[in-house]
């Protein structure tokens, strides 16, 4: 794989066990969006985004990576967002919407369900989980899987195969 570069936003910790399954998969760097460098950026050939989706229609903290590096990106990007919800209960379209407005160039987006302790999170988080509640299944929901990753390690290396993300 060409060279490729995860960056991710996390409160909760699942975005970020999201983030480390897909660089282990393509065997790349992940790093921390408050740590990025636009050096960093500038080298990568293919940029995958993450974070968490704030009340179900907006990746988290993307709208301002973008406005802050969109001269430094790549012109291959993916993001995946994270949540608690079914992908059933989300409009992903309407996710589409809110989150790439400002884009030149709709990335394409991905979403992994995922799942987390209330008792570890902060207060403030907390009192959105409980208000969160009402949206969940019957069900409890299924934990982060390695192999929801699939259609993005897909995407990307379909991009390798194309030649799209070699040398210029």
Known sequence: ???????????????????LWIARQLHCEVVD???ITRSELQA????????HLLWGKTVSGFA?????????????????????????QLDLDL?????????ATPPQFFYFRGRVDPKA?????RVVFHLNQRFRETATPLPPRA??????????????????????
């Open 1 to 19: 794989m060409a060279k490729c570069l995860i960056v991710y936003t996390s409160q909760t910790g699942f975005t970020q066990q999201y983030a």
């Open 33 to 35: 969006s408050k740590f």
């Open 44 to 51: 990568a050939k293919l940029v995958v985004y993450g974070g």
């Open 64 to 88: 301002r990576f973008y406005r802050r590096y969109a001269a430094d990106l790549p012109e291959h990007l993916l993001v995946f967002g994270t949540g608690m919800r079914a992908a059933s």
């Open 95 to 103: 996710v589409r919407d809110h989150s790439f407005g400002g884009c």
């Open 121 to 125: 999170l902060p207060v403030r988080l």
């Open 147 to 168: 192999a929801s990753i699939r259609p993005l390690l897909a995407a990307a290396t379909q991009l390798d195969d194309l030649g799209l993300l070699d040398e210029g």
